[in-house]
């Protein structure tokens, strides 16, 4: 059958240089948005979060951006290295709703060439 | 301290097996997830357990899912009669409560394969 793994986005960076991630959302009621990466054969791990009354956080090396207008979720990291080579993903959830599970992005792979 | 855990680590079964898959999400953790990725996908969510409250069994694919968390700890799915389109990496996460802001931790998962 068809290798669903081809259709996964591929962002391929130089050690050193900064990477961008991009995620689009489709629920406009979600308010609450996580990154998560996932090195192979691992469960995915937080990186850092952010709620829709920010258009912006930092922690160390990384920065997400929120745009509501728009739909859209970005991760970037600066001076990439070696082991953030994973899958990152992005996830979202209604602040205070009664669902409890995330909503999970397809995810973007992330290369890093030394 | 010690995170999640899961056990097996891989299963390989045969199709129409009945297969019964762990969880041990870190202690005092109230709340617990199952979700399933499939090759190169994002994570589907199964089912949510917040405390003594009812399971929240949404995303449960069919009733041959099923998923058990005794005293407040120890989760199993269990997935009856396996089709191949069952073969999967099944997570299970963990966080301190059901809050929005709570965040998951996730297990390593375990790799089902349906043959």
């Known amino acids: 059958g068809e290798s669903v793994g081809l259709h996964l986005p591929t962002l391929s960076v130089q050690e050193g240089d900064n990477s961008i991630i991009n995620c689009a959302y489709s629920n406009s009621a979600s308010d609450y948005f996580i990154w998560y990466k996932q090195e192979s054969g691992k469960g995915p791990q937080f990186i850092i979060d952010?709620?829709?009354?920010?258009d912006k956080r930092q922690g160390q090396r990384v920065t997400v951006l929120l745009n509501k207008t728009v739909k859209h979720l970005s991760l970037q990291i600066a001076a990439t290295q070696p082991g953030d080579s994973a899958v990152y993903f992005c996830a979202e959830k209604s602040y205070g709703g009664s669902q409890g599970n995330l909503i999970f992005g397809k995810g973007t792979k992330l290369s890093v060439k030394p | 301290g010690a995170g999640v855990s899961q056990s097996p680590s891989n299963k390989v079964t045969e199709k129409g097996k009945d297969v019964e898959l762990r969880c041990d999400p870190i202690s005092g953790h109230t709340a617990l997830y199952w979700y399933r990725q499939s090759l190169g996908q994002g994570l589907e969510f199964l089912i949510y357990f917040q405390g003594n409250s009812a399971p929240d069994k949404s995303g449960l694919p069919s009733d041959r899912f099923s998923a058990e968390r005794t005293g407040g700890s120890v989760s199993t799915l269990t997935i009856q009669r396996t089709q191949q389109e069952d073969s999967a990496v099944y997570l299970c996460a963990s966080s301190l409560g059901g809050r929005t802001q709570d965040t998951q931790y996730f297990g390593p998962g375990t790799r089902l394969t349906v043959l």
């Open positions: 952010i709620r829709s009354n920010m």
